[in-house]
């Protein structure tokens, strides 16, 4: 089990991302519609990290395109971050989910398909070298940080991250959707922005 030899000989974005479509290096490839690699420029400054595509993701086959996308943009501009300065990826490249009824219910990937996975995002790292890692959410900040760390202690800090790369870990724009009233989702997304704009230091 595992991406790894599915991995290109000479892997560039472009490369892998062909190659992602093809990898069946855990057992989310059979449920999902198709593999939704990284996307944005290979010299982008920041490299944003998700836990895996959701329901639209996986139907258009683009990270972050869905309600969470949404908010994410919304954050990403109001932080001063350009587009053209980040690479959005995700920790796993396929759609874990559940049927409940009609819909199809996300489903958290567990340790092992967050491993399986990880070959492609080491491998996105040394391609992009971002400066910055920015980690949202606590499955991609402990595929990177390893499973003790705990976003909602060390969010917002520069960090060090075993890739070599400087990490920065916040929560995921799903948590803010999520807020039960309109009050804690504003001071929930006040707080993101003040963790990305940690990370828009880092540009230019
Ligand atoms: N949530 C994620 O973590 N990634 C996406 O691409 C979409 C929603
Ligand atoms: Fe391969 Fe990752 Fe998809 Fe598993 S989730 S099949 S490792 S691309």
């Known amino acids: 089990m ?23 290096g855990c057992d989310l490839w059979r449920a999902a519609t198709q593999t939704v690699f990284g996307e944005g420029s290979d010299h982008a400054v920041l490299m944003l990290v998700g836990e895996q595509p959701g329901d639209r993701e996986d139907i258009e086959g683009k990270p972050f395109v869905g309600p969470a996308g949404r908010v994410l943009d919304t954050a990403l501009e109001s932080a001063g971050i350009p587009r053209a300065q980040v690479y959005l990826t995700n920790a796993v ?24 996975c990880r070959p ?27 499973p003790t760390f705990r976003v909602t202690r060390d969010r917002g800090k520069v960090l060090e991250t075993p890739l070599g790369i400087a990490g920065l870990a916040t929560v995921h724009p799903s948590s803010i959707l999520r807020s039960p009233d309109d009050e804690s989702r504003d001071q ?17």
Do not use: Y
């Open 120 to 146: 492609w995002l080491e491998a996105e790292v040394k391609a992009v070298k971002p400066r910055l890692m920015v980690l949202l959410g606590a499955t991609a900040a402990q595929a990177v940080l390893g």
């Open 188 to 204: 929930a997304m006040d707080a993101f922005v003040r963790d990305l704009k940690v990370a828009a230091g880092f540009v230019g």
């Open 2 to 24: 595992g991406a790894e030899e599915f991995l290109p000989d000479q892997p560039t974005i472009d490369r892998m991302r062909a190659a992602a479509a093809d990898c069946k």
């Open 93 to 116: 490249k396929h759609f874990r989910w559940v049927r409940r009824g009609k819909r199809r219910l996300h489903e958290k990937p567990n340790s092992q398909q967050v491993r399986a």
